[in-house]
């Protein structure tokens, strides 16, 4: 079963783009645009893993990690918490009321899904997956390696994140700029004939040996993988 993410999140726009992207993760999602209302549904069903904002209508983020850290049942709770504020002090505190960890708002997508990987990894191991397969390529979270027809591909940094957000969306076509926002992140500066650039090279490193070209070029719209 895929884990279960709750987001308490108010402002509308990043609530869908976490869906958005956590869902493309392969994780169940619910939102909750209200503390109060969080903390209701809270005493009913525990997620996997909480994404919580600090500012919040009805009870704010803090005090809401407060109260859940004070109840049993929720006392080991994965939480994650999203701050618009930098300051350490502030930092501090956001983790002294027990939150596992915190993002600072604004933040890059790819940053937040892999805190999120960790937190999930380091609370409940067997509930996320490190092994992703499509086709005869594999590619492991853990190690960093990738496979294909059992022979190892070596694949820079970024052809590595490129190949594993394909394989999380196999035979997906995705723009140039959808691959950027996924692979490089929405507030990184990148030229678009980067992603071309590296679908290039991962292109290379994984059709050795004349093997059948496993990404599709697809005219005016993007790339995808095929399986
Ligand atoms: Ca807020």
């Given at each position: 079963m895929s884990p279960n993410i709750m987001v308490v999140e108010d402002e509308e726009a990043l609530g869908v783009l976490l869906r958005y992207n956590l869902e493309a993760e392969g994780y169940e999602v619910d939102i909750v645009q209200r503390g109060d209302d969080a903390e209701l549904t809270l005493r009913e069903r525990q997620p996997d893993l909480l994404i919580l904002d600090?500012?919040?209508?009805?009870?704010?983020g803090i005090e809401l990690c407060r109260r859940l850290r004070a109840r049993p049942e929720s006392e080991k709770l994965p939480i994650i918490l999203l701050t618009a504020r930098g300051e350490e002090s502030e930092r501090v505190r956001g983790l002294a009321t027990g939150a596992d960890d915190y993002v600072v708002k604004p933040f890059s997508t790819p940053e937040l899904m892999a805190r999120v990987r960790a937190l999930l990894r380091r609370a409940s191991p067997e509930s996320i997956s490190t092994l992703l397969k499509s086709g005869d390529i594999e590619l492991d979270r853990q190690t960093h390696r990738v496979y294909r027809k059992g022979r190892e591909i070596n694949l820079g940094p970024t052809e590595f994140r490129l190949l594993e957000f394909f394989m999380r969306s196999p035979t997906r076509v995705f723009s140039r700029s959808q691959l950027l926002d996924g692979v490089w992140g929405h507030d990184i500066y990148v030229d678009e004939r980067t992603v071309d650039v590296h679908i290039g090279r991962l292109r290379k490193a994984l059709n050795l040996?004349?093997?059948?070209?496993?990404i599709r070029t697809v005219r005016g719209a993007g790339y995808s993988l095929e399986s």
């Open positions: 600090w500012m919040l209508p009805g009870v704010s040996a004349n093997m059948r070209d496993v």
